[in-house]
């Protein structure tokens, strides 16, 4: 019985290329024109307002919220949007001596 050794190697065969597309330099990622930041700040304002929905039951972490809210998993977007609620003293930590603990939850700020 004899074996056979087969090509394993990642180089594309000759004429192929590199086998990745490079966007062009000209090209614009995104969202393009006015509509970008209207667009944006109405998807904020609307997570806010899910994010506070979930908070009127109690007090959570990011990943509770983020399964409230119906999302799939902690995302960019709803850490920088907690963030500006934080900033904006629309939430407050439970553990504010600890901003950072991996135990730490949010809650509605209380007037």
Do not use: C, H, W
Not at 38 to 48: A, F, R, V
Not at 51 to 77: F, H, M, N, P, Q
Not at 104 to 109: D, E, G, P, S, T
């Amino acid at each position: 019985m004899q074996f056979v050794k087969k090509d394993t190697s990642l180089q594309p065969e000759p004429g192929q290329g590199q086998g990745r597309v490079r966007a062009e330099s000209g090209q614009s990622r995104g969202r393009v024109g006015a509509e970008s930041g209207q667009s944006e700040k109405i998807e904020t304002e609307s997570l806010k307002n899910k994010i506070v929905i979930a908070l009127s039951e109690g007090a959570l972490s990011k990943a509770e919220i983020a399964d409230k809210i119906k999302l799939k998993s902690v995302t960019g977007y709803l850490n920088r949007t907690i963030r500006s609620m934080l900033t904006e003293g629309l939430i407050e930590y439970t553990i504010p001596e600890k901003p950072n603990s991996r135990l730490q939850k949010y809650k509605l700020k209380k007037d």
